[in-house]
């Protein structure tokens, strides 16, 4: 399963950075595949290993801050692997197939 999500401290004002990077040091450390990009964190692995390294990238965050939000959104698909890179392989196949047409 892929799983995309987020996941910010409430009411800690608009500079979120640095707990956001205490999610994704899980996530890094976890050592399941997974991309950062300026609004989500992508974690690809089995459906209990992805949800710990969820779990606890709140944690972390809510260790600092006593309110978190999370966003999560699951791509559940047996007998895949690679999607974070096969996903965006296909979608640019794509588009270097249709470069020339109008």
Known sequence: ??????????????????????????????????????????VEGEWDEVMDVVKRAVAAVEARCGRVSLVLKADIRAGVTDGLTSKVATVERYLEEGAGQA
């Open 1 to 42: 399963m892929i799983v995309a999500f987020s996941v910010s401290p409430v009411g800690a004002g608009e500079d979120v950075g640095s707990y956001v990077a205490d999610a994704v040091r899980v996530v890094r450390e976890s050592g399941l595949p997974n991309r950062t990009d300026a609004m989500f964190t992508s």
